[in-house]
T-cell receptor
Framework: ELKVEQNPLFLSMQEGKNYTIYCNYS?????LYWYRQDPGKSLESLFV?????AVKQEGRLMASLDTKARLSTLHITAAVHDLSATYFC?????????FGTGTRLQVFP | EPEVTQTPSHQVTQMGQEVILRCVPI?????FYWYRQILGQKVEFLVS????????KSEIFDDQFSVERPDGSNFTLKIRSTKLEDSAMYFC????????????FGSGTRLTVV
């Protein structure tokens, strides 16, 4: 059974700082997604990573994928308050998405 | 930008009652999914649907759950006899054909069983 784990589960960081969220998964997959969720809201797609070594960047967020290590990272550069949300990685398994545990990010002044 | 639409946004029902959650996927999408998220927890897969039949279902999707695409546009999730533990946010998702496309999620239905 595919397991997807994220760490940390909770991240409180100061504005302007950098940090990385890690997503590990237990079996081979060729696609990994990152989503953002605001409280009580839906899942907003951030990145689709399709191959080993893939790197995508949007604003202050950068995601990468290492399929050999079964690891994806979401790096936050110079955090701002608007990035406060819960971030999920999700791995494709027989067409369905298996979600990680989520990382709740809180950015404070 | 095309959206996945879900109704209602919030439903309160008594334990034991039947509920139907409705979704209108993006029009050219072919693959449909239901997920649920218990408050504060991760998103869990329930069922996938393609070509008018279930492709895969999880252990959560037991005999009290069913899905249907009754008219070519709507995609529904029925819970026959609701339990307190069915209280959750239910998300519908859809995607087009192809391995590089994304999964688009609807805004969700918050189901509260009392």
């Amino acid at each position: 059974e595919l397991k997807v784990e994220q760490n940390p589960l909770f991240l409180s960081m100061q504005e302007g700082k950098n940090y990385t969220i890690y997503c590990n998964y237990s079996t081979t997959s060729d696609r990994l997604y990152w989503y953002r969720q605001d409280p009580g809201k839906s899942l907003e797609s951030l990145f689709v990573l399709l191959s080993n070594g893939a790197v995508k960047q949007e604003g202050r967020l950068m995601a990468s994928l290492d399929t050999k290590a079964r690891l994806s990272t979401l790096h936050i550069t110079a955090a701002v308050h608007d990035l406060s949300a819960t971030y999920f990685c999700a791995v494709v398994n027989t067409d369905k998405l298996i979600f990680g545990t989520g990382t709740r990010l809180q950015v404070f002044p | 930008e095309p959206e996945v639409t879900q109704t209602p946004s919030h439903q309160v029902t008594q334990m034991g009652q039947e509920v139907i959650l409705r979704c209108v996927p993006i029009s050219n999408h072919l693959y449909f999914y239901w997920y649920r998220q218990i408050l504060g927890q991760k998103v869990e897969f329930l069922v996938s649907f393609y070509n008018n039949e279930i492709s895969e279902k999880s252990e959560i999707f037991d005999d009290q759950f069913s899905v249907e695409r009754p008219d070519g546009s709507n995609f529904t999730l029925k819970i026959r006899s609701t339990k307190l533990e069915d209280s959750a946010m239910y998300f519908c998702a859809s995607r087009a054909r192809g391995v590089t496309v994304g999964y688009t999620f609807g805004s969700g239905t918050r189901l509260t069983v009392v």
